[in-house]
Structure formats: structure tokens, C-alpha cells
């Protein structure tokens, strides 16, 4: 087994108990506008309505209910704007009003959500339209000044610009129209009509051909659309009802081309009035229409008059003029063109907020502004694919769903006046909880009736009621459970055959739509439900975890099922979770040396303990492939014990977790004694270990011919700072006494005493003149202290090897919580402590005898800590690969952990310290003792 890991990563378990997120306190309301979540709270709590501020956009208004549910109003355009981020929302306006810029008055519209200027008379410019992200179209008129316009609502007329023709320019909420009113064919044929242009200004944008007829304004820094001019529009008088705002009740405009060039450096925006002009029986007033506007949401209408033209965002983009979408069928004789048209419109929704949400109602609402009769006749709405700047006639969206009909006739008359027509979305409502996107078309159901012909607005407003449920349940873990290979990719397995099923819910909508309860089921691998729990204990809605244990379960393949379900009954998708229980050990491995040092009875008469290294082979001998295997380097008999919690390339203790892909594992190690025992566990995939079984082979014990040497040398130590050599009694050679300060008086009657080194205060500490040890390789420490403190706030340091100034190798020393601990480092100024800890507690002023070795081959630090001076069972803990060397010159330190006498200062009595390369036995560490012959200093 390559890992083993629960569900979630980062919470590795094996045992069988795991422990139950605690409930988080609710957060206190926050100030500032109100989320969702927030408002859905107070709707309840209060019984009203209630607005989410901090959801509303310029076309997204989000209201909750008392009983939980949520409307969202969504506009296909803009209808309100903030004037600066965080201000608040006002209604958008596009009359006229007057205003200072730049030093000159000009027209701006009161408040829309673009930076709109027209000209107040007296200059040549005629407009500006920036999108207030740095995008500006300035266009200039070139015959001469500006009159000072006739203001009425959102549209200024400059009357008599060129003779008998007028400019009207109406300002909408992305953008502006100019129509040019001519009145007479002579004024028609005036060379400078005949050739009309515009003037074109742009700043961080580039202007070019959108080849349809229309010109567009790239982001010089966004490379994206961010203005454009769709092909221009024209129509004549022959509808009464005609007029600069609007081609009339039954009648249509015309395309006309847009074309690019310059002229002395500046850029024109030319009309192609040939086209229009050269268009038999025009009945005058003639009106031609360009525009400029910025980008913005969908609504088109699709012409079979015109099937390769693009009417993208409506008849006017900038919503400025007549500002309809028409459908249905315009029989020759009430066109103006003289051609029969079926037409078709689109409203298109940005949807995303609703993605997911379980949809209650929905429903479309725009205005019918004109019937030809007051006879009601069938329109129908459908869900439609998308649409965009491709679609025409020639290239409509599929038709996917009828929605609903309606049967109505408005704005004709007095008798039938202009009315909202709303679409109910009924059975497909689902559709807008479940795309990003929403788009809706208007058919006529007769597209050959010519009552059936209708106008609608451009504007369309989505009214949407939804609630949250909550989401898929996520399985947090299975007791006994991890993944068989990498973590996330199945199978997961289980070794118990009760497991318990930690499963993770929650609800977007919070504590809002109160708690949530998870329901659990198991089926097994043919499908059949073998386990179906009852309802959960109920949990947050903002989230929690659950658990639920299963019945007995026999080894196999099982499928765990849960669903969340929040108050209002909503039911989360299920969630489904493959996993496999397999509680069968596998058989104990077979441990045998690779090397062919050992004779028939497991021995090496030439080998030493902890400095010759052996290489053995773990092998599987059962008919079915390990995962892995555990073996743990002791001396004495077998172990019987294995770590409840493990992985793939760890060392824990004595225990290393070796997993060779299901081939036999190659280890490498040395003798810790004179007798050492290697002992091995298979374990599976459901993590299930072998036990030792007596003659199964799970164990290996070996034995050597040599001990490391017994160190012989001592090193003279010299003190620093107040510390001093006092007389200590002995008792069959161990330390006694009641204090670790003061020494024997000269008189005492002590039968038998020794000299030991007292350090008194900060500052005190003895040294050596040379290193005792490299520290970099295996290594025996020991010695007897006697603390006035064990228990002071910092380490405290016994016997310390210096690996360079400031950055000890390794160290014997009492811990900051008071417990004897031997410490190695694998980088400078003590960076990279790795520790073993005796976790006996320790007394003041009471000798102590510690031992403890650092074992390279084997990557062990073992310690151990007795009152007799002998050695006992050993404290393990794994080490690194390397640690940090000590050079011959580096001292010894004793007492403290720095040259200059501080850091990790010792208070109390130190006896008979030893240093020594090799790994010492439990005896040897005992019989150094009698090898200093009344000398004082560091055995080494």
C-alpha cells in the first residue's frame, strides 16, 4: 500500500475512533449592505420582505421572503446604476439635462450607466460615448457649428444643420442615435447629404470595420469590443405614424452600410446614402439613422426581409430610439419597402446567480407597444439557444421548448393600450437554474396572419422565485478506511467490518434555512440495499458532519449513499461512494538476509554492534499481493506490538513502513546489541497486519561477535565562569544526596566520595579543549545528574558537541518541560532538532543516571533513565538520514549549550560524563563508569 489516507486529505487515521468537528458559533450579522444569506434571516425572523443589498446589480435585484425563498428580478438592460462604487442605487434616467465639462456646457443624460456627452450648440462636436473603463468614440459634425437644440425628455433636435435637414440626436442608456431628418428630395440631393459623414475621435480604442455593415471599437488594452455602430437604419414616410424616434406602427426600417475611411489624417465614418437614395417613390420626410453604444446584454429580432442582416440588441443599440423587437407577419401592403416580412424577437438573461438553485417560478414580462388591431391574436415563448452578433434570419437559435402562449392584442388604441404581456415559464422552469445563460424568443403562431403582427419593447424583465438546496454530501472518512494507492483514486478500503461513516453537508443557504438532516444507505456490489439508515442527528446549515455505523458487513464492494435534506424538504443530489471491506490478515511475511555473513545459528562472529551494517529481504508468502510491510529493529525478543496508524515511507519509533509496489522489500541495518530482532507485519490494502504467528517467519534474530570499544580516554575540562569541582558521596560508586549545590564539608564522615563539576549561575559551564565525537555518525552519550530545577522555563544543557560556533551537533540535556532528552541537528544554530524524550518526570535534587545513544545505520535515537546507574528499557524515536558534523577542534560543552556561557544554562551537579563514538550496550554504558580512575572530565 502506497498510502494510507482518509477521504479528506490531511487527516490521516487508521484508529477507530475519529473525532466530530466542533460546531462553529454563528458569526455576528455584519455591517454594510445585506447578502442572501443575510436577508433571508431577517425576512424570516421579521415575517417581510426583505432586500439583499449587496446583491444588487444594474439588471439584478435579489428580495427574500419570509417562508425562506428568494425572488431575483433580472433585466435583459440596465435599470439602475450607482454613480460611484458603494453609493447608492438610483433609477436610471436618460433625459437631458445641462452640465459644465471641460469648461464648456454640454448635454448629458441624468443618470445612466455609460459617460454620454451631446453637444448644447455652438461647436462642431456631436457626441461623446465612453464606456467609463478609459473607451471613448468622440464624433464631430463637419459642416460647420452646431445650432443650440430644441431639449425635450431624452432627445435634442439642431434644427436646419444643413438646409431642410434636421439632426436629432437621443440619448439611451449605453449609447446615442443621430438621425438625420430630411425633409425634401432638393435638400436629398444637397452633394454634402449625398455624401454624409461624421467625423470619428477615439481614445483607447481602435476603430474598424465589423464586417456587417456596422464599425466597432477595440480595447486598445483589452482586445476586446467595447463600442460599436451596427449598420445604420433608414426609413421614409410612407406610415403616417412615422417619425424620427420610430419607422411607424406597421412598418420596418432598412440597413444601410457603415463604411470606414479618413480624410486629411481624420478618421470618417461615411453613410452609404447612395443605397438609400437611389430607392424608388420615397415619401418624405426621409429619416437616416446611425448610432454608437456601448457593449451590453442581448435582445435581437431576426427579419425574413432581410435574412443575412444582424439586428443585434434590437432595431436601435443603443436602445435610444423606438427601442422595439418585432414579431410576426407585415404583409406587402402595409410595408413601406414594398416586401412582405416575418419577424421574430430574442431577450437574452444572464442566469449564472440562478445555476443550481432549485426554481419555484419563473416568468418573462415585457410590454406589447403596438397591435394593429384591437383582436387578440396568439404569441408564443420558447426557449431558444443563444444568440448574438451572428444571428439572422438566415442563422437563428434552435427552438428547444415551448414555454407558454398568450393571447393578446395591445397598444393599437385607447380600446387596447399598451400592457404588459407576461410569458410563465411553467414546467420548464427548471431551464434557468440549470444554464449560465437564458434566452427567450417571441413567435407568432400564425406567421401568415397579419393581425398576428406585434411590437414589443427591447427591455424584458426574468422574474425568478428559487430556493437553495443543500449540496452533495461529501464522505469525510470510513473507520479503519484509507485509499489503497494515491490518495483520492479508488479503491478505499476498510478493515472493520462495523465501520462508521463520517459524511460532511451543508447548505448554501446557511443557518438561514435552519438545520439539515443526512440519511445514509449501503448497497452492495449486485445493487441490493443492505443497510438503510435513519435519519441523521440534525446538523448546521452552514455545515457539520454526521456519522452513522453500519451492521456487519462481509468482505466485499459497497456502494455508501447519503443525501442531505434541508427544513423546506429540498433534497440534495445523492452522493455515492464506492468502497471495499476486506478484514482478512494477510499471511506473515518471511524475513531472511540478503548478505551471507550469518552462520546456520544467525550469527557473525566478526560483526559489531552498530557499525556493521546487514541487508535483509521481506517477502510475502500468501497467494495474495501486500501492500507493504512494518518492521521495527529491537534487541530481545520479537515485539508484539504495531503502530495503529501508519504510511507508506515513514518512520515511527522503531517502526519503518517500507512499501515496494507487492514485490518482496530490501532493508538495511545494523546490530543494536549483541542479540538484535528484526520484526515484520504484512499489511493489505484495508491496512489489516499480519500478526506474528511462532514459526511463520515473522521474526529474525541475529546475533554479533563484537561490542563497540569501551572508551578509554579522558578529556580534561576546565571551568568558566563560578563553576567548581566539589566532593560528592558515593554509594556502591552512585551519587547520593538531598541538594546538587554546596558539596561535601571537608569533615564529612562520607566513607566513600567523588570529585563532580557544580554550576551555580548563569555563566557557568566547563569545556574541552577537542571534540569528543562526530556527530554526524553513531555516537554514545551518558553521565549522572543532579538538578536544583528540572523544571525551568528553558532547555537545560548537561553535555553538549559543539559543530561549529554557535551550532551544536548534538546534545544530552533536560527539556523545557523537565524531561531528559537526547537532541541532534541536521542544520546550523541548532535548526533541525530531532529529539528522543524519557518521559519520566524528574525531581529536584536527585542524581540521575541517563543514557542514550544516536544510531546511525539504523536511524534511531534511543534514551533511557534509571537512580541505579544501570540502563532500562529504551525510549525510541526515528532521525533523519544525516545531521550535522563535528570537526575535532569543536569542544565539549558541560552546563551549557554556548561558548560564551549562555544559552540553556544548567543548575546542579554533573558526574562522570561520557562521550563516545560507537554504539554502547545497555552493559557497557553501566562498566564506563569505573573506567575514569578518579580522573575528571569527558570519557571518550
Known sequence: ??????????????????????????????????????????????????????????????????????????????????????SNWTDISTDLVTKTVGGEQVLVPEAVPAAITLSNGGTAQMSSVSDKEGHVIEQSWPFGTLPVPTVSGNVATYPQVLPDVDLVQVAGKTGVSQVLKIYTP????????????????????????????????????????????????????????????????????RPFSLNLTTQGGQQVQRFDMAAILATPSLSYPLYVDPD????????????????????????????????????????????????????????????????????????????ETWSPSCTARPVSAWQVGQVGAGTTWNAQPVKYVKLSTQNVAHGNSASCPQATVGFDLGASKGVVGSNKQFTMGLYADNESDSLGWKKFANAATLIVTYDTRPVTPVTWGITGGAWSGTPGTPPYVTRFRNPIFYVDAYDPDGNNGGTIVVTMAVKNAAGTVVFQGPPGTPIPGEGGRTAQQSPSLADGKYTLLAEARDQQGLASPLMSFAFTVDTTAPNPPIVTPITAAFDANHHDPDGVVGATGYDFKIANPGKYPADGYVYAVTSGPPTSAFPASYSCGTRTREYVVVCPGQAPASIHLAAIDTSTTITAWTFDQAGNVGQIIKGAGSAYTFTVGHLAEIPQTVLPTSTVGNASVVDVELQGGKPVGTSCQGGLPADSPALEKAQALQFSAAGDYASTVGSAVDTAKSFSVSGWFCSVDPTASSAQSLITQQAGAGSPGAALRLSSSGLAELATFTGAAGAGAETVQHANALSSNRWYFVSAVYDQINRQLRITLTTDGKTSTWTVATTADSHRSSAANQPVLLGAAGTSGTGQQFIGQLYQPVLSQGILNPQQLSSTQSAFNGQLGVLK
Open 292 to 367: 454608437w453604444s456601448v457593449a451590453r446584454n442581448g435582445y435581437l429580432y431576426v427579419d425574413s426581409g432581410y435574412p443575412s442582416t444582424n439586428y443585434w440588441n434590437g432595431q436601435y443599440p443603443g436602445g435610444s430610439t423606438d427601442g422595439t423587437g418585432h414579431v410576426g407577419y407585415l404583409p406587402v401592403e402595409w410595408a413601406p419597402d414594398g416586401q412582405s416580412h416575418v419577424t421574430r424577437s430574442f431577450y437574452q438573461f444572464n442566469t449564472t446567480p440562478l445555476f443550481g438553485k432549485l426554481i419555484l417560478a419563473a416568468r418573462v414580462n415585457t410590454v
Open 186 to 253: 432638393q435638400a436629398a440631393n444637397d452633394p454634402r447629404v449625398v455624401d454624409m459623414r461624421v467625423y470619428l475621435d477615439s481614445h483607447n480604442a481602435a476603430v474598424s470595420s465589423d464586417g456587417q455593415g456596422g464599425l466597432k471599437a477595440t480595447g486598445t488594452d483589452t482586445g476586446q469590443v467595447e463600442l460599436s455602430s451596427s449598420h445604420g437604419l433608414w426609413w421614409d414616410s410612407k406610415d403616417p405614424s412615422a417619425s424620427a424616434l420610430d419607422a411607424g406602427n406597421n412598418a420596418l426600417p
Open 1 to 86: 500500500m502506497s498510502s494510507l489516507a482518509p477521504v479528506v486529505a490531511g487527516a490521516l487515521f487508521l484508529s477507530v475512533l475519529i473525532a466530530p468537528l466542533a460546531a462553529a458559533d454563528n458569526p455576528p450579522a455584519a455591517a454594510g449592505p445585506k447578502t442572501e444569506s443575510q436577508a433571508v434571516t431577517e425576512a424570516v425572523s421579521q415575517g417581510i420582505d426583505v432586500v439583499a443589498e449587496a446583491e444588487t446589480t444594474a439588471t439584478e435585484l435579489t428580495v427574500a421572503h419570509p417562508d425562506g425563498t428568494v425572488t431575483t428580478t433580472f433585466d435583459n438592460e440596465p435599470v439602475r446604476m450607482q454613480a460611484s462604487p458603494g
